[in-house]
């Protein structure tokens, strides 16, 4: 399993263990739970897009995207 999901108080971030970082972020246990499953399901082909990690060292916040398709 490439990625994991790290509670850290009332966020649940998703990291990355091949390259050591968040990529994300999210109040929601259950919204995590379905980030994770696409990631580790169909994830990306090559590295992390740069503009999902450049951002407070947890990623993006997924908060503000509407994931539910």
Not at 21 to 41: F, P
């Amino acid at each position: 399993m490439m990625y994991e999901i790290r509670k850290a108080g009332k966020q649940f971030r998703i990291y990355d263990r091949n390259i050591e970082r968040y990529v994300g972020y999210t109040k929601h246990s259950l919204q995590a739970e379905k980030i994770l499953y696409n990631l580790q399901n169909a994830g990306f082909e090559g590295e992390i897009p740069r503009f999902m990690l450049d951002r407070k060292g947890y990623g993006i916040n997924f908060d503000n995207f509407d994931l539910s398709h």
